[in-house]
């Protein structure tokens, strides 16, 4: 049986979703490694970047040439 999700979880979902909407693909794949408490959004199939930038705010933003292919958030659990 599935685990249950909370009404304040989906309620916290169906605000982000307008946050998601504005990211500049419409298809990503998700993965987060609850351990290291990182979560990683992929814009294109998970694949190797050739470059990254790492922004103040502890995302890394990860490139392939010149195209952005996804995100690595640090620390995702702390963030509202």
């Given amino acids: 049986m599935a685990t249950p ?3 304040e979880t989906l309620n916290e ?3 982000a979703v307008s946050h998601i909407l504005k990211l500049p693909e419409k298809k ?5 490694d609850k351990e290291a ?3 990683y959004i992929s814009f294109k199939r998970p694949q190797k970047a050739t470059d990254s930038e790492m922004l103040k705010n502890g995302i890394l933003l990860r490139y392939k040439d010149d195209e952005l292919i996804g995100m690595t958030i ?3 659990s702390k963030r509202h």
């Fill in 5 to 7: 999700v909370s009404e």
């Fill in 13 to 15: 979902t169906m605000m």
């Fill in 28 to 32: 990503m794949w998700i993965d987060y």
């Fill in 37 to 39: 408490d990182v979560l």
């Fill in 74 to 76: 640090m620390d995702a």
